[in-house]
């Protein structure tokens, strides 16, 4: 019985890293692949049942304390590009935006949920690269996404999921104001 438990003990940490590469894989995917959408589902459906796994795997991501986070920020130009883009996205998408005269509070909510996603993506997007730089080493990657996760983006992710969940539950009678407090500064 002890072999078998050390066995799965020992696969454990494999299989978290592989699902979160998966997952992380995916939401990029998502956010490159913004403007086509093969599955028919909205992007906000896909990207809402994708950040639960996401916030998941980046949990039982298991690491050794000897990496450590280095934060590493892309080019300007590009990061500005992601967001103008995600940004513009939600600013025009009919479905999380029918009907609402207040464009002040839309264009914050816009602004800030398009900074979200791209900081997630180039934190997510890093921990691929480095997958493929040291593919016999994949504790850097896992300790990168770990470190970033809680240094950087973890509040970005819960406050995009509770907005996203915010949005699919909306009715007619919800107010935006009240979605907007899943947004925090």
Known sequence: MKDITDSLMKQ???????GMASIAYEYCQLIENLETNPLGDTWIQQMG??????????????TPQQYSYTHHLENDDIRCELFMRLNEFFLSDQTIWPDFDKYDLKLHMCESLA??????????????DLLDLYPHQPNHAASNW?????????????DAEGWLYAVGLRDSNSSLAELSSFKTA
């Open 12 to 18: 454990r940490p494999m299989d978290s890293l592989s």
């Open 49 to 62: 049942q994708l950040l639960p796994k996401l916030h998941a795997a980046i949990v039982m991501l298991d």
């Open 115 to 128: 900074y979200d996603f791209t900081d997630m993506y180039f934190d997510l997007k890093r921990g691929l």
């Open 146 to 158: 770990r470190s970033s996760f809680f240094y950087h983006w973890g509040r970005q992710l819960v």
